[in-house]
């Protein structure tokens, strides 16, 4: 799924490039688990598991990651899996 840029939002695939390094390796992290979904390597709930992982709140607090890329990627991961 790609995310265009729509009212703020930023497509996951312009994350992996962001500047903040957390947030970009994070980003290619949602791709990797997209790819594996794509090719019935994992199920949509073990999907959508894998993804809310990456955006818990107890690792958001830990992390130094600029707070608006930080946004767009927690609402990119949310919008993938709402659709799930």
Same mark, same amino acid.
């Given at each position: 799924?790609?995310?265009?840029?729509q009212g703020g939002t930023k !497509?996951?695939?312009?994350?992996? !490039?962001? +500047? =903040?390094?957390?947030?970009? +390796? +994070?980003?290619?992290?949602?791709?990797?688990?997209?790819?594996?979904?794509?090719? =019935?390597?994992?199920? &949509? =709930?073990?999907?959508?598991?894998?993804l809310e992982d990456i955006v818990?709140? =107890?690792?958001?607090?830990k992390m130094r990651a600029n707070?608006?890329?930080?946004?767009?990627?927690?609402? !990119?991961?949310? &919008?993938?899996?709402?659709?799930?």
């Open positions: 799924m790609n995310l265009t840029e !497509s996951i695939e312009e994350l992996t !490039s962001c +500047k =903040d390094e957390v947030v970009s +390796k +994070k980003a290619r992290m949602v791709l990797e688990i997209q790819d594996l979904y794509r090719t =019935d390597s994992i199920s &949509a =709930d073990e999907m959508k598991e894998l818990r709140l =107890d690792e958001m607090e707070t608006e890329m930080m946004s767009y990627l927690i609402t !990119s991961v949310y &919008a993938i899996t709402s659709i799930l």
